[in-house]
C-alpha cells in the first residue's frame, strides 16, 4: 500500500532563518506531488506541483521554492523566512492513472516563524 | 476559472443531530467532486466522491449527491457523533485544462457536543 510521510511535525524557526521540508512517498512511482499551505483559520493555499522529476510549476509568487530531486521527494524551501511564513504545510501524492483525481496527504508540519 | 462555495461555520451541533453542510461549484466540463476531512492537528483524508451527475458518495455515514442541475455537492449526515468533530473541506477537480490540480473550499468547522 501506499504512504506518505512529512516531516518534521513541528516546527519552530527565527525570522531569516533557512527552511528545508522534505515529503517522501512509498509504493508508487511517477506520482504527482504537490505542496499545500493552510493559515491559521483560513483554507488550502496550493503552492507547488509537480508532475516529475525537475518538474516544478509554482502557483504564488512568494518567499519560498520547492524541488523534486528523486521520484518520489519533495522539499519545500526558503532562504530566508518570514513571519508570514508561519502556517500549516501539507504535503499530497497523486496516482497519475485514469478516473478521479484523488489527492491523499501527508500528517503535515505547524511551522511557526518568530 | 474553477471555484468551490461553501457554507460559512463554524458549525456547533448536539450529538445525534442532523447535519448538512452546503457546497456549490463552478467549473467548465464535468468536475468530479470530493468532500475531504481534517481532524484536530492533521492531515486531509479523502471522506467520499462522485464522479458524475446523480452519484452519490457514501462513507461513514455521510452522503452527498453530485447535482449538476444545481452545481451543488452538499454533505450530510443522519445523526452526528462528538468524533465528527472536525473541518469538513469541498472540493473538484476539472475533467480537462489543467486537471493535475484540485479547487478546494475554504472549509467548514463543525464542533459535536455530547
Known amino acids: 500500500s501506499q504512504t506518505i510521510h512529512q516531516w518534521p511535525a513541528t516546527l519552530v524557526q527565527p525570522v531569516g532563518s533557512p527552511l528545508s521540508l522534505e515529503c517522501t512517498v512509498e509504493?508508487?512511482?511517477?506520482?504527482?506531488l504537490y505542496w499545500y499551505r493552510q493559515a491559521a483559520g483560513r483554507g488550502l493555499q496550493l503552492l507547488f506541483y509537480?508532475?516529475?522529476?525537475?518538474?516544478i510549476s509554482s502557483e504564488v509568487p512568494q518567499n519560498l521554492s520547492a524541488s523534486r530531486p528523486q521520484d518520489r521527494q519533495f522539499i519545500l524551501s526558503s532562504k530566508k523566512l518570514l513571519l508570514s511564513d508561519s502556517g500549516f504545510y501539507l504535503c499530497?501524492?497523486?496516482?497519475?492513472?485514469?478516473?478521479?483525481?484523488?489527492?491523499?496527504f501527508g500528517a503535515g508540519t505547524r511551522l511557526s516563524v518568530l | 476559472g474553477n471555484s468551490v462555495t461553501q457554507m460559512e461555520g463554524p458549525v456547533t451541533l448536539s450529538e445525534e443531530a442532523f447535519l448538512t453542510i452546503n457546497c456549490t461549484y463552478t467549473?467548465?466540463?464535468?468536475?468530479?467532486l470530493f468532500w475531504y476531512v481534517q481532524y484536530p492537528g492533521e492531515g486531509l483524508q479523502l471522506l467520499l466522491k462522485?464522479?458524475?451527475?446523480?452519484d452519490k458518495g457514501s462513507n461513514k455515514g455521510f452522503e452527498a449527491t453530485y447535482r449538476k442541475e444545481t452545481t451543488s455537492f452538499h454533505l450530510e449526515k443522519g445523526s452526528v457523533q462528538v468524533s465528527d468533530s472536525a473541518v469538513y473541506f469541498c472540493?473538484?477537480?476539472?475533467?480537462?485544462?489543467?486537471?493535475?490540480?484540485?479547487?478546494f473550499g475554504k472549509g467548514t468547522l463543525l464542533t459535536v457536543n455530547p
Open positions: 499530497a501524492w497523486r496516482a497519475v492513472v485514469p478516473g478521479p483525481m484523488v489527492q491523499y
Open positions: 509504493g508508487t512511482s511517477n506520482p504527482n
Open positions: 509537480s508532475v516529475g522529476i525537475g518538474q
Open positions: 467549473a467548465t466540463g464535468y468536475p468530479s
Open positions: 462522485a464522479t458524475k451527475a446523480d
Open positions: 472540493a473538484l477537480s476539472s475533467s480537462g485544462g489543467s486537471n493535475y490540480k484540485l479547487t
